[in-house]
C-alpha cells in the first residue's frame, strides 16, 4: 500500500532537470563572458573608427544584422538543446514571406497573410519534426533534404522574380520597414523565449531530454512531443524573420536568406553557449553571439577590411568556442563526480 502510494506521489510531482546555483551562475557567467567580448569588440571598432556607434546609420545598420540572425539563433538552439538542427530555416525564410503575398493578393487583409505565411512555415517544421521523430532520421539528413525541397518549390512557385511587399506604410513600419523594428521586435522575442526555455515546463523538459533523452523519457517527458514541437517553433521563427526582412527591404526574392543565414544563426548559438551536443544552451547567449557577428561584420566593413577576412574570424570563433563549451562540459562533470 505504501508503494502504492508513493509511487503516485512521484506521478505528480513534475518531472524537471536540477538547477542548482552553481548551473545558474556558470550560465550567466558564460553569458557575461561573452558580453564582455562584445563589449571590447566594440570599443576597438570605435576607438579604430569613430563612425561605428556614434551615427544613427551605423547603428541602424548593426540592428538590422543582428535582428535576424538573432530570431532564427533562438529556433536553432531550442532543436540544439534537444540535439537536432534544422538546415532548412535559410529556406523557410524565403518561402513563408512567398505565402504571404499569396494569401494577401487572394483577398486575405494583411494581418492574415502574415498569419497564413507562418502556418505555412509552422506545416514545414511539423515535416521535419514528423520525419525526424517518427521515422527516426537524423535532422541534419531530414532538413537538408527539405532544404532544397523548399527552395525548388519556392522557385517555382516565384518563377525565381522578386515581388514588391504589400500592406500599407503603417503596418510595414511595424513589421519592419522602420529602422529599428526588427531590432524591437527580436528584443521581445528574446524576452518570450527566455521565459519559455527557463520558467517552463515546456524549456525544462527540452533541458532535461537533450541532456539524457532516456532518463528523460523515463521520468515521463514526452521527448517526441518535445522535438517536434521544437521544429514547429524554429521553422515559425524563420519563417517571421523573413517576413520582417521583406518589410524592411520592400521587396520579398525568392533568393533570399538561404544557407548563409542559417549557418549566421547556429554561428550564433555556438558562440553565445549552445553546443552542437545538446544539453544547454541559453536564448540570451544567442542574442549576444548575434550581436558580436554583426560587430564583426560592421567593424570590418567600416576599416576597410573584407568579407574574406570576416569568414577567417567567423570559422575561427566557431571553433573555438566549441572547444571551449567542450572542455566547460567536461571540467563540470570531473567536478560533478568529486
Not at 551562475?25 to 558580453?35: F, H, P
Not at 524563420?238 to 544563426?265: C, H, K, V, W, Y
Not at 566557431?318 to 566547460?328: C, D, E, G, T, Y
Request: glycine share 12%; charged share 10%.
Amino acid at each position: 500500500m505504501m508503494g502504492t502510494v508513493d509511487e503516485s506521489r512521484k506521478a505528480d510531482v513534475p518531472a524537471r532537470p536540477p538547477r542548482s546555483p552553481g548551473t545558474l551562475v556558470s550560465a550567466w557567467s558564460a553569458e557575461l563572458r561573452i558580453l564582455l567580448v562584445a563589449a571590447l569588440l566594440a570599443a576597438w571598432f570605435e576607438f579604430a573608427n569613430h563612425d561605428f556607434l556614434l551615427t544613427n546609420a551605423s547603428l541602424v545598420n548593426l540592428s538590422q544584422f543582428i535582428a535576424p540572425v538573432a530570431i532564427i539563433a533562438f529556433g536553432e538552439i531550442m532543436l540544439m538543446i534537444g540535439g537536432d538542427i534544422d538546415l532548412s530555416a535559410g529556406m523557410v525564410f524565403a518561402f513563408a514571406p512567398f505565402m504571404m503575398v499569396f494569401a494577401n493578393e487572394a483577398g486575405a487583409p494583411m494581418w492574415l497573410a502574415v498569419l497564413v505565411g507562418l502556418v505555412a512555415a509552422g506545416v514545414i517544421g511539423f515535416v521535419n519534426g514528423a520525419i525526424t521523430v517518427w521515422l527516426r532520421l537524423p535532422s541534419f539528413v531530414t532538413t537538408l533534404g527539405t532544404l532544397f525541397l523548399i527552395n525548388g518549390i519556392t522557385l517555382t512557385v516565384s518563377r525565381g522574380t522578386p515581388v514588391e511587399t504589400p500592406g500599407s506604410p503603417a503596418f510595414a513600419n511595424f513589421m519592419g520597414a522602420w529602422g529599428y523594428s526588427e531590432i524591437l521586435w527580436t528584443v521581445v522575442l528574446a524576452f518570450v523565449m527566455h521565459i519559455l526555455l527557463r520558467h517552463t515546463r515546456w524549456g525544462l523538459h527540452t533541458q532535461a531530454a537533450g541532456a539524457n533523452p532516456l532518463g528523460a523519457s523515463e521520468a515521463g517527458i514526452q521527448v517526441n512531443r518535445l522535438r517536434l514541437g521544437n521544429f514547429i517553433l524554429a521553422a515559425v521563427l524563420a519563417g517571421l524573420t523573413g517576413i520582417l526582412e521583406g518589410f524592411r527591404i520592400t521587396s520579398i526574392d525568392p533568393q533570399a536568406g538561404g544557407n548563409q543565414i542559417m549557418f549566421l544563426a547556429v554561428a550564433a548559438a555556438v558562440i553565445g553557449g549552445t553546443p552542437l551536443t545538446g544539453g544547454s544552451g541559453t536564448i540570451v547567449g544567442g542574442l549576444i553571439g548575434a550581436a558580436v557577428l554583426g560587430i564583426l561584420n560592421d567593424g570590418f566593413t567600416l576599416i576597410g577590411i573584407n568579407a574574406f577576412t570576416f569568414n577567417i574570424i567567423l570559422g575561427a570563433a566557431i571553433l573555438a568556442a566549441m572547444v571551449f563549451n567542450i572542455h566547460v562540459g567536461r571540467i563540470r562533470r570531473k567536478g560533478g563526480r568529486r
